[in-house]
T-cell receptor
Framework: NAGVTQTPKFRVLKTGQSMTLLCAQDMNHEYMYWYRQDPGMGLRLIHYSVGEGTTAKGEVPDGYNVSRLKKQNFLLGLESAAPSQTSVYFC?????????????FGPGTRLLVL | AQSVSQHNHHVILSEAASLELGCNYSYGGTVNLFWYVQYPGQHLQLLLKYFSGDPLVKGIKGFEAEFIKSKFSFNLRKPSVQWSDTAEYFCAVNLYTGANNLFFGTGTRLTVIP
C-alpha cells in the first residue's frame, strides 16, 4: 500500500514549456486534490476532483488544467509554464466515506520554471 | 474574507521547553480543524483533528490542541519538545460546504535545539 505517490519528484522547465504532473493513490479514495506550496503562503488549493470524470476549481486555478480519467489518478497540467508557477506541488486524497476528514498527502513535486 | 492565521512564523526552542503555536480562523459557521506537520524533506502528515465534542484533542507524538470557539482559535501545544519535533506545522480548516476542501495557514517553522 503506497498511499499517494507523485511523479516526477523534481523538474526544471523553461518559460512556455508544458508538462503534466501525475498523482496516483491506491486507497480507492473518491476525492483528490492538487495544492501548491509557496514560502510564507502555506498550501493553496489549485483544483480538486470529487470522483472519476469530475473536476472543479480551487483557490488558484489559473494556468493549470486537470483531468481525472481514472479513479486512482489525478493529473495536473501546465500548458505554458511561467516563472510564477515555480513551487512545490502536493497531491492529496480522501475517502468519500470520510468526507470532511483526513486528507492524505503525497511527497510533493518541486517545479522550477526559468 | 475567510482566512486561517498562524502568527508565529519561526519558533526556536531548546529541548524540553514547552510549545504553543497559535492558529486563528475567520469563518463564522461550523468548521473542522486540523494540524498537519511536515518534517524536513517529507510530506504532510496529520497530527490531530477536531470535529466536535471535547474541545481538547490529543494527537500523535504527545501533541494536543484546544478549540476555543469564542476566540476562533485552535492552538497546538506540547509540554516538552524534542529535537525530532523540528518541522513545519500547518493549521487547516474546512467548512461544512460539501467538498472536503482544506484552507491552510501559512505555517510555523519550529526549530528545536538539542
Amino acid at each position: 500500500n503506497a498511499g499517494v505517490t507523485q511523479t516526477p519528484k523534481f523538474r526544471v522547465l523553461k518559460t512556455g514549456q508544458s508538462m503534466t504532473l501525475l498523482c496516483a493513490q491506491d486507497m480507492n479514495h473518491e476525492y483528490m486534490y492538487w495544492y501548491r506550496q509557496d514560502p510564507g503562503m502555506g498550501l493553496r488549493l489549485i483544483h480538486y476532483s470529487v470522483g472519476e470524470g469530475t473536476t472543479a476549481k480551487g483557490e488558484v486555478p489559473d494556468g493549470y488544467n486537470v483531468s481525472r480519467l481514472k479513479k486512482q489518478n489525478f493529473l495536473l497540467g501546465l500548458e505554458s509554464a511561467a516563472p510564477s508557477q515555480t513551487s512545490v506541488y502536493f497531491c492529496a486524497s480522501s475517502s468519500e466515506r470520510e468526507v470532511r476528514e483526513t486528507q492524505y498527502f503525497g511527497p510533493g513535486t518541486r517545479l522550477l520554471v526559468l | 474574507a475567510q482566512s486561517v492565521s498562524q502568527h508565529n512564523h519561526h519558533v526556536i526552542l531548546s529541548e524540553a521547553a514547552s510549545l504553543e503555536l497559535g492558529c486563528n480562523y475567520s469563518y463564522g459557521g461550523t468548521v473542522n480543524l486540523f494540524w498537519y506537520v511536515q518534517y524536513p524533506g517529507q510530506h504532510l502528515q496529520l497530527l490531530l483533528k477536531y470535529f466536535s465534542g471535547d474541545p481538547l484533542v490529543k494527537g500523535i507524538k504527545g501533541f494536543e490542541a484546544e478549540f476555543i470557539k469564542s476566540k476562533f482559535s485552535f492552538n497546538l501545544r506540547k509540554p516538552s519538545v524534542q529535537w525530532s519535533d523540528t518541522a513545519e506545522y500547518f493549521c487547516a480548516v474546512n467548512l461544512y460546504t460539501g467538498a472536503n476542501n482544506l484552507f491552510f495557514g501559512t505555517g510555523t517553522r519550529l526549530t528545536v535545539i538539542p
